[in-house]
């Protein structure tokens, strides 16, 4: 990881592939220009480029290439985690990286029209413009509804993320894929934006390139009570559920894939092969066990999305109602809430008068994401609120 | 069949151009068109044409057979282009279909009589691009073994299709469409099938023809009943014209996404379509009356009119992008905005510039006389027409 | 040339006679059709897998009036209704011990019929039973949610205690879990009467239903996501 100053300086571009040499020893790794990286610094992961690892994380003696590099060998005893005077050269090859956080933004034009758009989507603010405005958060898109809608028995769920909260350490995403069978569909399809993460962390640098803020917001189905998904599938696999929750059919689905052009989120995944079929054959049964029984297993051509996590919701509701009590608040928690480790995710009942999620959503800092467009979002965002230390904002 | 000699110009008509070139009489018309048909020996040009579209053909199947087998992942689309490649040809086919039916049905209701030398090459044209069309909405889902839940049929399910989707209105229409057209093909033929079953010199050509003409006699009674019919049918089949694409249109324009959520689009859709399909006639026309000798009846007024609403559906069309950029900016939605500056500027650029320059500004040739008069000029303006769409 | 024409010749005229046929053959068609679809072959209905052992379930749940959650012990709990252990065989059935002594309540300690329930029981390997009502995967039933809430297990299952091989009489398609969602009435019964497979309502069925529902406050849903997750 370098920072783009430096790289500047350097002339080496993002994807470049660099030897990196300290002391006699190099390691060839490839550059990720990022910023916030501090200046004239290299930033090196360790742990990667193992080679007996498994057939995921590479295995050379069964031909499965390590994945990322090595760069324990840039250690010594001296040494152990800084190491000064390094070199840096560039190889002339290039290297593509994976991720998914640069698939939408295109070219330059796109970049900067994304940052335009962060703090439309990103609501954040000081301590100070806190005091004076609680609501800063809110940009004046009340709708008025042409229709009354429909009152609802039952628990109607919904979620908060509060962003003052979120560290952006990606245990949601984790959990999510773990708990609904999400399929891992590898760097050729990721290169291809076909990741399958039904929750994903949008990651936003804001101000000077060189030395920036970064924002980070968790997205998944929002779970839009006007939701613009349902009205286009043709044949009714996506529909709303009493209690508010935007239900995927699989086994409806045809893959038409109308409900993920026309998701304005893009939080909609499509089974563009049959992602899980090296797991289903027989004679990986031992492999099979790593499913939930409680989670469809999709085949190819369906369409998939982030389900608030229905199967907790339901079996915990079937409980409830045998031993005939009412759900208790935080009784559901999704899997994305569970694990986050800095409690940023809450949900629950909205119509539940003082439940954990209502007083969430009822906070001055509580906005919808794209809430211009109507499709009234069940999963809220508090907006973030930056108090930065002056003297340490002195200092840099 | 007599000799009487066509009544080329009539006193009402006495300013305007003939229809057809040449001394002509019902008799060889019937005889320059029939010829063709009736050659005893197929040209072997015309061989190696139908092997050569043949193969493409069957290599098209066999990779529609990998499609099925593989996932819709053998295209390129990702998140979030979930459509591109097959939304495209399914709009450009529909696109080109259209010119058939507006030829046959609107024409013929204005009594556009100058229709009548190129109505059935278009609607045949018109049937095979809906065919093609029709292939791409099927093959295009991402279980097409289920494709079936689209038709309201009673089920174990107990589940009706969606009908707020705009995708099923598309399946409706794009039928609809289809049906009519291939009987208002037919219908118009009857009568010229039986000429060929009256020419037929062969036992089995004269039981095809005579099979497919219904046992028309050429009687005043059934004249009558067939223009009855005719009539009624292109009544019916005119709201389709407009109807189909504005439909196809409503896929995208009913949908939320920047740069598709707009009201231009059925007219936008309708001139394009009717653009692109005179345009492929045109590039079709033009070599057909070439190679089988019907430059006497596809005379070069027919072309010139062609290419006049070649123009005219080209200003509609360019009008048509400057109101999208128009309403863009108009609307201060930045996504909106952004949609269309990414068009202009971004990595796709060189595709719009394309299309704009082939679809807008190459037709505006068509002002010149000498380019709506060459034949081979106007092919090639049709072509970067068909190229632009 | 005009008597070279081919027209229809004018028995072609009799073909007319057939429209009639041809129309009821597409009738036909169409109720074959429909009556396949709905065939007992299609839906599985008469599913009557042999068992590896032959277990009677007319002998046990009939005549002996074993309690259907004698051996299915989770139906109140839990989403699935267990097959029985072997143990649960054997807690009436127990072999010969390795001595050869046999327990005087043991009931059939030496029936051929019984040799694979004696087999799993000394080897630990559970008995392969064949699995007669399937659901497909992405429908989720849940045993619990029907049975504590006034479902009876014969509105699925039959009289299983008149079976002797137990076989699949409803179609179990969606249209008919449907059905009792949307008018859960007339199928249900108060929770006492919920494992008693030959119960007689005293009143009509819809009557004793209606205050079921009204009671427990059932309304059962008909989300998709309330089977399909």
Not at chain 1, 154 to 176: E, F, H, R, Y
Not at chain 1, 281 to 308: D, H, I, W
Not at chain 2, 53 to 60: D, E, G, V
Not at chain 2, 65 to 92: C, D, E, H, M, R
Request: glycine share 6%; proline share 7%; with cysteine.
């Amino acid at each position: 990881m370098l920072s783009p100053a430096t790289a500047r300086e350097l002339d080496i571009e993002h994807g470049d592939v660099v030897t990196i040499g300290s002391d006699g020893r190099s390691v060839e790794a490839p550059v990720y220009i990022l910023p916030g990286q501090a200046e004239n610094s290299i930033g090196l992961q360790l742990g990667y480029g193992r080679t007996a690892a498994g057939t995921v994380a590479g295995h050379v003696a069964h031909n499965i290439d390590p994945v990322g590099v090595n760069v324990s060998t840039l250690r010594s005893i001296e040494h152990m985690h800084f190491e000064n005077g390094v070199t840096i050269t560039s190889t002339g090859r290039r290297h593509e990286f994976a991720t998914t956080q640069e698939h939408f933004a295109i070219d330059r034009v796109g970049l900067e029209e994304i940052s335009g758009r962060v703090g439309d989507l990103v609501r954040e603010g000081t301590v100070d413009e806190y005091a004076e405005h609680p609501d800063f958060a809110h940009h004046g898109h009340e709708e008025i509804a042409l229709w009354e809608q429909p009152e609802q028995d039952g628990p109607q769920w919904g979620m908060s993320i509060d962003l003052s909260k979120c560290i952006g350490c990606n245990a949601c995403v984790v959990a999510c894929q773990s708990e609904n069978n999400i399929p891992v569909v590898g760097k050729e399809q990721v290169l291809k934006g076909r990741e399958m993460h039904w929750l994903r962390l949008d990651r936003y640098f804001t101000g000077d390139m060189d030395d920036p803020e970064v924002v980070q917001q968790p997205v998944a189905c929002q779970h839009c009570e006007n939701a613009p998904c349902e009205q286009v599938c043709p044949v009714a696999a996506t529909v709303h559920s009493d209690d508010g929750l935007n239900d995927m059919v699989y086994n409806r689905c045809i893959g038409t894939r109308y409900c993920a052009n026309n998701c304005p989120y893009k939080v909609r995944r499509f089974n563009f092969f049959d992602y899980q079929l090296p797991v289903v054959q027989p004679e990986q049964s031992l492999k099979q066990l790593a499913f939930n029984p409680e989670v469809t297993v999709r085949s190819r051509g369906v369409m998939e999305k982030c389900t608030y996590c229905v199967q907790r919701i339901r079996n915990t509701s079937i409980l409830a109602d045998n031993d005939r009590r009412p759900l208790e608040d935080g009784e559901v928690q999704t899997a994305c809430q569970q694990s986050c480790p800095a409690q940023a995710i809450t949900f629950g009942d909205l119509k539940l008068s003082g439940s954990e999620v209502a007083t969430e959503q009822s906070k001055p800092r509580a906005y919808g994401m794209l809430d211009e467009l109507n499709v009234k979002p069940r999963t809220k965002y508090l907006a973030r609120i930056r108090n930065p230390n002056p003297v340490l904002k002195a200092t840099t | 069949m007599s000799a009487v000699p066509i009544p080329t110009r009539t006193p009402s008509e006495s300013l305007r151009p003939p229809l057809v070139d040449g001394e002509q009489t019902l008799s060889s018309i019937t005889e320059t068109v029939c010829s063709i048909v009736e050659r005893p020996q197929t040209p072997r040009a015309w061989y190696i044409a139908f092997a050569i579209s043949s193969s493409l053909t069957l290599m098209l199947f066999g990779l529609i057979g990998y499609l099925i087998a593989t996932g819709i992942g053998v295209w390129g689309n990702n998140s979030p282009v979930f459509w591109g490649w097959p939304i495209v040809n399914f709009v450009f086919w529909v696109g080109i279909g259209h010119a058939g039916t507006l030829i046959s049905a609107i024409l013929f209701l204005f009594r556009q009589q100058w229709r009548t030398s190129i109505n059935r090459f278009a609607e045949a044209m018109t049937i095979f691009a809906v065919t093609c069309a029709g292939i791409f909405p099927a093959i295009h889902v991402g279980r097409v073994w289920l494709v079936y839940w689209l038709a309201p049929y009673p089920n174990q399910m107990a589940m009706w299709p969606n009908f707020r989707s705009p995708l099923l209105w598309d399946v409706f229409a794009v039928s609809t469409y289809a049906t009519v057209s291939l009987l208002f093909w037919y219908l118009g033929m009857i009568p010229d099938l039986a000429t060929l079953r009256d020419r037929a010199t062969s036992r089995v050509r004269q039981f095809a023809y005579g099979l497919f003409a219904l046992g028309w006699t050429g009687s005043a009674r059934q004249w009558h009943v067939l223009e009855k019919a005719y009539l009624l049918l292109a009544a019916l089949a005119t709201p389709l014209v407009l109807s189909v694409h504005t439909i196809v249109s409503f896929d995208f324009a009913v949908s939320h996404v920047p740069g598709w959520h707009t009201t231009i689009f059925p007219p936008y859709f309708v001139a394009g379509a009717v653009f692109s399909g005179f345009a492929m006639v045109v590039t079709l026309l033009v070599p057909a009356r070439h190679l089988f000798g019907l430059k006497d009846l596809i005379t070069p007024r027919h072309l010139d009119v062609m290419c006049r609403i070649i123009l005219a559906t080209s200003c509609m069309v360019g009008y048509a992008y400057a109101t999208e950029f128009f309403t863009a900016w108009y609307s201060g939605n930045r996504f909106e905005q952004f949609a269309f500056l990414n068009r202009m500027q971004g990595p796709y650029a060189w595709a719009y510039w394309t299309m704009v320059t082939c679809n807008v500004l190459i037709p505006q040739l068509y002002w010149f006389k000498r380019f709506r008069t060459s034949p081979w000029l106007m092919v090639g303006v049709a072509i970067c027409v068909n190229i632009g769409m | 040339m005009p008597s070279e024409r081919f027209h229809f010749p004018a028995w072609t005229n009799r073909l007319t006679r057939l429209l009639p046929i041809i129309g009821g053959a597409a009738g036909l068609y169409a109720v074959t059709i429909l009556a396949l679809g709905a065939s007992p072959e299609t839906t599985d209905v008469g599913y009557a897998p042999q068992q590896p052992v032959p277990f009677s379930h007319k002998l046990h749940a009939g005549q002996l009036k074993l309690d259907c959650r004698y051996c299915h012990t989770t139906v109140e709990e839990a989403a699935h209704a267990a097959i029985p252990p072997t143990q649960t065989c054997n807690n009436c059935h127990n072999p010969a011990d390795a001595n050869g002594s046999v327990a005087t309540v043991s009931v059939h300690p030496n029936s051929e019929k019984l040799l694979p329930v004696f087999e799993s029981q000394a080897s630990g390997a559970p008995i392969k039973w064949e699995r007669v009502h399937d659901l497909p995967d992405y429908a989720c039933f849940n045993h619990s949610a029907h049975v504590t809430r006034g479902v009876s297990c014969v509105s699925c299952h039959g009289r299983v205690d008149q079976m002797e091989v137990v076989q699949q009489v409803e179609p179990l398609s969606m249209a008919w879990c449907l059905d009792c969602h949307r008018e859960p009435a007339p199928h249900l019964r108060p929770l006492d009467r919920i494992a008693q497979l030959d119960w007689v309502p005293e009143e009509a069925s819809e009557v004793i239903g209606a205050r079921v529902q009204e009671e427990l406050g059932l309304n059962p849903s008909t989300n998709c996501s309330t089977c399909h997750r």
